[in-house]
């Protein structure tokens, strides 16, 4: 699938498929389009392991479970703003 024009926001797990994760996924989109879009990268691992998600500019390492409404503020926030950590 391509797009046109870049996403408003991203939002990741940080546990992907074939052992990648959200952060790569984040900055594999960016590198596409050459721009930093703000992004959510959720987890319920707390872990060490989520902490390099800590390190990705313009982005907020959620735990879970999220809440929607909690969820769709934030969204907001970062779309009209184009900051993630907006809230």
């Given at each position: 699938?391509?797009?046109?024009?870049?996403?408003?926001?991203?939002?990741?797990?940080?546990?992907?498929?074939?052992?990648?994760?959200?952060?790569?996924?984040v900055?594999?989109?960016?590198?596409?389009?050459?721009?930093?879009?703000?992004?959510?990268?959720?987890?319920?691992?707390?872990?060490?392991?989520?902490?390099?998600?800590?390190?990705?500019?313009?982005?907020?390492?959620?735990a879970?479970?999220?809440?929607?409404?909690?969820?769709?503020?934030?969204?907001r926030?970062?779309?009209?703003?184009?900051?993630?950590?907006?809230?």
């Amino acid at each position: 699938m391509e797009l046109a024009q870049p996403p408003d926001l991203i939002i990741s797990d940080y546990h992907l498929l074939d052992e990648s994760t959200g952060v790569q996924a984040v900055v594999n989109v960016r590198s596409v389009f050459d721009t930093e879009i703000p992004a959510f990268i959720v987890s319920g691992d707390t872990s060490r392991v989520v902490q390099d998600a800590k390190q990705v500019a313009n982005s907020v390492l959620l735990a879970k479970p999220v809440h929607s409404d909690g969820l769709l503020a934030r969204a907001r926030a970062a779309i009209s703003t184009g900051r993630a950590d907006g809230v």
